[in-house]
């Protein structure tokens, strides 16, 4: 990815595994989020968190140090994952064990997917898919909280920290 370009991004879990169904550890995905934008490291525009894959829509303005903001969040979210686990002594934690020379778990797939858009219909069209991914029967997609949902749909201010496309286009 490269900087001041907003893409379409989606990254899972390691083989799909549902680590992301507990609120703790959404949290810390959105918490890692809010970070990188407080230190203007990347704007978001969108996002969804399902119980084993994330969905963004962001720009990454900035490097953090060395690396891209986008490295920055899945390695802090993945130390943050393995954090969480071991204090839990969860047995959750043998499913993201990794015989790699570089570390001992792996939380997200290596390669998650980018997609640029490049205009204001894409972004749309984009935002749409994020807003209806969690749809299921017993579930109103505005209220679901790990959604950017409410923030467009009823201009929802605990997501201050997002930015509104339209600001952009």
């Given at each position: 990815?490269?900087?001041?370009?907003?893409?379409?991004?989606?990254v899972?879990?390691?083989?799909?595994?549902?680590?992301?169904?507990?609120?703790?550890?959404?949290?810390?995905?959105?918490?890692?989020?809010?970070?990188?934008?407080?230190?203007?490291?990347?704007?978001?525009?969108?996002?969804?968190?399902?119980p084993?894959h994330?969905?963004?829509?962001?720009?990454?303005?900035?490097?953090?140090?060395?690396?891209?903001?986008?490295?920055?969040?899945?390695?802090?979210?993945?130390h943050?994952?393995?954090?969480?686990?071991?204090?839990?002594?969860?047995?959750?934690?043998?499913?993201?064990?990794?015989?790699?020379n570089?570390?001992?778990?792996q939380?997200?797939?290596?390669?998650?997917?980018?997609?640029?858009?490049?205009d204001?219909?894409?972004?749309?069209?984009?935002?749409?898919y994020?807003?209806?991914?969690?749809?299921?029967?017993h579930?109103?997609?505005?209220?679901?909280?790990?959604?950017?949902?409410?923030?467009?749909?009823?201009?929802?201010?605990?997501?201050?920290?997002?930015?509104?496309?339209?600001?952009?286009?």
């Amino acid at each position: 990815m490269e900087l001041n370009v907003i893409y379409f991004y989606t990254v899972a879990i390691t083989d799909w595994i549902p680590l992301l169904k507990t609120e703790k550890f959404k949290f810390i995905v959105l918490n890692s989020l809010i970070h990188l934008i407080e230190k203007k490291k990347l704007i978001v525009y969108g996002f969804v968190i399902m119980p084993n894959h994330i969905h963004i829509i962001w720009e990454l303005t900035e490097k953090n140090g060395k690396e891209m903001p986008h490295a920055s969040f899945m390695k802090f979210t993945g130390h943050a994952f393995l954090e969480e686990l071991r204090q839990a002594n969860d047995p959750l934690l043998y499913k993201f064990k990794t015989d790699r020379n570089s570390r001992n778990h792996q939380f997200w797939q290596r390669n998650g997917l980018p997609i640029m858009l490049y205009d204001r219909k894409i972004i749309e069209q984009k935002l749409d898919y994020i807003h209806y991914n969690p749809l299921q029967e017993h579930w109103n997609f505005n209220d679901y909280f790990f959604s950017s949902c409410s923030f467009y749909e009823q201009e929802d201010k605990r997501f201050n920290w997002l930015t509104h496309y339209m600001d952009e286009f």
